[in-house]
């Protein structure tokens, strides 16, 4: 079964959201697990192809996994979360994406759809909770 595997980036209450070329909607830094790659190395070689970023596996937490559908295959979704890392970061698909940038994350919430938006409100829930 194919693998997806995103990041959610947040630093100071923004979140580093890329805009996909021709979108409405904001998505977060990741991609397909190729084979022969684990989760969380694919996800190091997705945020450096897309965003220059060099992630460190130690930096990587793991607080969301969901089965979902695409066109009509199952997949399994992964969302790592890094928090309080100010990246430097350069977007390097020209050809996929408008912008990459830091989003408040309100406004970021409401830009992201499906699983990326339930792993997001997830976050946002979990860090609620810890700070209670």
Known sequence: ??????????????????KPIG????????????????????????AWEEAGIQLDKSLLTTVYQQLISINNKWVIFN???????????ELKEHHKFEYLDWVPMEKGLKKLRGAEQQAAKAFMHECIKKSS
Do not use: A
């Open 1 to 18: 079964m194919k693998q997806k595997v995103k990041v959610l980036i947040e630093n100071e209450g923004q979140l580093l959201l890329l």
């Open 23 to 46: 979108k409405k909607k904001l998505t977060l830094i990741g991609g397909t697990v190729d084979k022969g790659e684990s989760v969380s190395e694919s996800l190091i070689r997705e």
């Open 79 to 89: 969302c790592y979360f890094v928090r309080h890392q100010p990246f430097v970061f």
